[in-house]
């Protein structure tokens, strides 16, 4: 019979790749389940059997979302080359969430949240960028410190609404023909008239999305990154605009890394930002190594350096050659481990957001799908099954339904009549801490 092991890798710790978040460390290795007291998502997840979720993208179709262009067409010709602005790419869109939802949502302990006020009016030169002041408050953000709506100037941004918002959490999976362990969120800006965040850049690939009212993009490319000083955002000092937009609901504009750009609120509008992870190769090796490296502190085997032919010295303070090279070989050793590194990346990968709970559940009934919550971030590779920052070892049929759930985010009632007594007992308990939860 074919087994799903567990496999941890390494220990409890706060490492996370990079990723376009501000906030503070992601939550420990084991997701965390919501006790009674805690803070409810404001919305239950959407159910899969209405979800772009559980139907695979079709990557060679062409498609409106990429101005008529196919997936696979999209990614050689514009992700990470060149911005690409298209027009209605959602038709008839409607925002995932109304002002007043939002309002309450920014207001919450869970949700990371950001009020950025321009004490002077913009306007797009960038004589104004230089010239208005900025002010900066990070979440939660109470609805009587938010100012007036007749104000013009300020903004507010709710990243990860995907994660609280069953409608936002389905707009995400449009863009599921970009692999999962690269895609990170979906933020959200409303802003009054004349909001923005000021010219910037990004490091990650992004879509602009317009979802509520108008927004006028100033776009080029990024030739001098130095910032502003003085102020609590990263805006340029010197931005030169190459291009300019106005995006109505359902336009959408794709910028890749460092292509400097400035929004502004033509109106009151909302904006819908679909992020990518980027890791930075220095931060990435520390974290799995962290990670592999905790996961060797019960090896049965231990070696120890020994030095029966060691002479006496004259020098006490010189370290020895021999140890020098033991360390080496320890080294050498351990970057030969290629599948324990591959389990400590996968475990990074798919540690849950930050300030993520999930609210525990029951085990599953029988007859049902199953379908993932949406706070769940779940990859495989060859050998193994990642989710929550966790792994498991699994092969033949049973790696066969663990990566369809991992593709699609879901499993149908039929699936899951034909997965074995261990990937059964593995759902369940997964249902149980609320990772998954049933579905028709």
């Given at each position: 019979?074919?087994?799903?092991?567990?496999?941890?890798?390494?220990?409890?710790?706060?490492?996370?790749?990079?990723?376009?978040?501000?906030?503070?460390?992601?939550?420990?290795?084991?997701?965390?389940?919501?006790?009674?007291?805690?803070?409810?998502?404001?919305?239950?997840?959407?159910?899969?059997?209405?979800?772009?979720?559980?139907?695979?993208?079709?990557?060679?179709?062409?498609?409106?979302?990429?101005?008529?262009?196919?997936?696979?067409?999209?990614?050689?010709k514009h992700w990470q080359k060149k911005p690409l602005l298209i027009r209605q790419a959602i038709a008839g869109v409607q925002s995932p969430i109304d002002r007043?939802?939002?309002?309450?949502?920014?207001?919450?302990?869970?949700?990371?949240?950001?009020?950025?006020?321009?004490?002077?009016?913009?306007?797009?030169?960038?004589?104004?960028?230089?010239?208005?002041?900025?002010?900066?408050?990070?979440?939660?953000?109470?609805?009587?410190?938010?100012?007036?709506?007749?104000?013009?100037?300020?903004?507010?941004?709710?990243?990860?609404?995907?994660?609280?918002?069953?409608?936002?959490?389905?707009?995400?999976?449009?863009?599921?023909?970009?692999?999962?362990?690269?895609?990170?969120?979906?933020?959200?800006?409303?802003?009054?008239?004349?909001?923005?965040?000021?010219?910037?850049?990004?490091?990650?690939?992004?879509?602009?999305?317009?979802?509520?009212?108008?927004?006028?993009?100033?776009?080029?490319?990024?030739?001098?990154?130095?910032?502003?000083?003085?102020?609590?955002?990263?805006?340029?000092?010197?931005?030169?605009?190459?291009?300019?937009?106005?995006?109505?609901?359902?336009?959408?504009?794709?910028?890749?890394?460092?292509?400097?750009?400035?929004?502004?609120?033509?109106?009151?509008?909302?904006?819908?930002?679909?992020?990518?992870?980027?890791?930075?190769?220095?931060?990435?090796?520390?974290?799995?190594?962290?990670?592999?490296?905790?996961?060797?502190?019960?090896?049965?085997?231990?070696?120890?350096?020994?030095?029966?032919?060691?002479?006496?010295?004259?020098?006490?303070?010189?370290?020895?050659?021999?140890?020098?090279?033991?360390?080496?070989?320890?080294?050498?050793?351990?970057?030969?481990?290629?599948?324990?590194?591959?389990?400590?990346?996968?475990?990074?990968?798919?540690?849950?957001?930050?300030?993520?709970?999930?609210?525990?559940?029951?085990?599953?009934?029988?007859?049902?799908?199953?379908?993932?919550?949406?706070?769940?971030?779940?990859?495989?590779?060859?050998?193994?099954?990642?989710?929550?920052?966790?792994?498991?070892?699994?092969?033949?049929?049973?790696?066969?339904?663990?990566?369809?759930?991992?593709?699609?985010?879901?499993?149908?009632?039929?699936?899951?009549?034909?997965?074995?007594?261990?990937?059964?007992?593995?759902?369940?308990?997964?249902?149980?801490?609320?990772?998954?939860?049933?579905?028709?």
């Amino acid at each position: 019979m074919i087994q799903v092991q567990a496999e941890a890798c390494g220990s409890s710790h706060n490492a996370r790749m990079t990723s376009r978040s501000t906030s503070k460390p992601a939550a420990p290795r084991r997701a965390k389940v919501a006790p009674a007291q805690a803070i409810a998502a404001p919305e239950a997840p959407a159910q899969a059997s209405a979800s772009p979720s559980s139907q695979p993208v079709d990557i060679d179709q062409a498609t409106p979302l990429l101005a008529g262009l196919s997936p696979s067409q999209f990614m050689r010709k514009h992700w990470q080359k060149k911005p690409l602005l298209i027009r209605q790419a959602i038709a008839g869109v409607q925002s995932p969430i109304d002002r007043a939802s939002l309002f309450d949502l920014a207001a919450k302990e869970d949700v990371e949240s950001r009020l950025i006020v321009q004490t002077t009016s913009q306007k797009p030169s960038a004589k104004a960028n230089a010239e208005a002041g900025w002010k900066l408050e990070h979440g939660p953000v109470n609805r009587r410190s938010l100012p007036p709506l007749k104000q013009g100037g300020w903004t507010l941004l709710v990243q990860g609404l995907d994660l609280h918002v069953p409608a936002a959490h389905d707009l995400l999976q449009r863009f599921r023909f970009v692999p999962e362990a690269r895609l990170d969120d979906l933020m959200i800006s409303y802003a009054t008239d004349g909001g923005g965040v000021g010219p910037h850049y990004d490091s990650y690939d992004v879509f602009l999305l317009q979802v509520h009212g108008t927004r006028r993009w100033r776009i080029g490319r990024l030739k001098d990154d130095r910032l502003q000083s003085g102020v609590p955002l990263k805006i340029l000092s010197h931005f030169e605009a190459e291009e300019e937009h106005v995006l109505e609901p359902g336009d959408m504009l794709y910028l890749p890394p460092r292509w400097a750009h400035d929004g502004i609120a033509q109106g009151e509008c909302m904006t819908c930002s679909i992020g990518f992870r980027v890791p930075d190769a220095t931060e990435l090796a520390k974290e799995v190594l962290v990670r592999w490296i905790e996961g060797m502190e019960d090896a049965p085997k231990r070696r120890l350096y020994q030095d029966p032919k060691q002479p006496a010295v004259k020098h006490t303070g010189l370290i020895p050659s021999d140890l020098q090279s033991f360390t080496t070989d320890a080294i050498e050793r351990l970057l030969k481990d290629r599948e324990g590194m591959q389990s400590a990346l996968g475990e990074i990968l798919t540690e849950p957001k930050p300030r993520v709970w999930f609210e525990s559940g029951d085990v599953l009934p029988d007859g049902v799908g199953v379908r993932l919550d949406p706070r769940t971030r779940m990859l495989y590779d060859d050998e193994r099954i990642f989710a929550n920052g966790e792994s498991w070892r699994a092969a033949g049929k049973d790696a066969k339904h663990l990566r369809a759930l991992a593709d699609h985010r879901a499993l149908s009632a039929k699936a899951m009549g034909q997965v074995s007594d261990d990937v059964r007992e593995l759902l369940n308990q997964w249902s149980e801490d609320g990772w998954l939860h049933p579905a028709p």
